[in-house]
């Protein structure tokens, strides 16, 4: 059987943790930040975790 083949697209997108959860960048912190307050362009740096809904989908996309 040959090996399974890691998503690169995802692989870029997603790190995992030590408990093997999934690791995201925020969207929305890319461009068009002048009316964008401090506050949220700040929040927006944090990385948060991938929803619990999509973690089926990434692990078939992500196996190692």
Do not use: W
């Given at each position: 059987?040959?090996?399974?083949?890691?998503?690169?697209?995802?692989?870029?997108?997603?790190?995992?943790?030590?408990?093997?959860?999934l690791k995201?960048?925020?969207?929305?912190?890319?461009?068009?930040?002048?009316?964008?307050?401090?506050?949220?362009?700040?929040?927006?740096?944090?990385?948060?975790l991938a929803?619990?809904?999509?973690?089926?989908?990434?692990?078939?996309?992500?196996p190692y």
């Open positions: 059987m040959p090996k399974m083949k890691t998503n690169r697209a995802a692989a870029k997108r997603f790190k995992r943790t030590g408990t093997g959860k995201r960048h925020k969207a929305y912190s890319s461009h068009i930040l002048t009316k964008k307050s401090r506050k949220r362009k700040r929040n927006l740096r944090q990385s948060t929803s619990v809904s999509d973690m089926n989908k990434l692990a078939i996309m992500l």
